[in-house]
């Protein structure tokens, strides 16, 4: 069973950066799909950007194409959320998940088979 654990988070203001990690035991990411998700107070959770174990492109939600970069290191058994230019509506909290969805089902939560328990983003204005 593969277990996530995820880090990084923390207080910035607006306009600034953080990097989240994303460690796996128990199982290799090279052979998942990895994405992150974030759920703001009193909303659902929401895709945020994923990385296929079968290559390509990373993709990344609209709302966060141009500032948010999944990357994964294979190596170091970890996934990267690096996040720039930081806005309050990117305050939440932000899990890492595995599985292997089809490409169709990217990013819908039901096709990840594990979880981390989330770190807390909060971006002051």
């Known amino acids: 069973q593969v277990q996530l654990v995820e880090s990084g988070g923390g207080l910035v203001q607006a306009g600034n950066s953080l990097t989240l990690s994303c460690a796996a035991s128990g199982g290799t990411v090279s052979t998942y799909t990895v994405a992150w998700f974030r759920q703001a107070p009193g909303k659902e959770r929401e895709f945020v950007a994923a990385?296929?174990?079968?290559?390509?492109?990373?993709y990344h939600a609209d709302s966060v194409k141009g500032r948010f970069t999944i990357v994964r290191n294979n190596a170091k058994n970890t996934v990267l959320l690096e996040m720039n230019n930081l806005k309050a509506d990117d305050t939440g909290m932000y899990y890492c998940?595995?599985?292997?969805?089809?490409?169709?089902?990217?990013?819908?939560?039901?096709?990840?088979?594990?979880w981390g328990q989330g770190t807390q983003v909060t971006v002051s204005s």
């Open positions: 990385s296929r174990h079968t290559g390509g492109s990373p």
């Open positions: 998940a595995t599985g292997r969805p089809i490409l169709s089902a990217l990013r819908s939560q039901s096709m990840y088979y594990y």
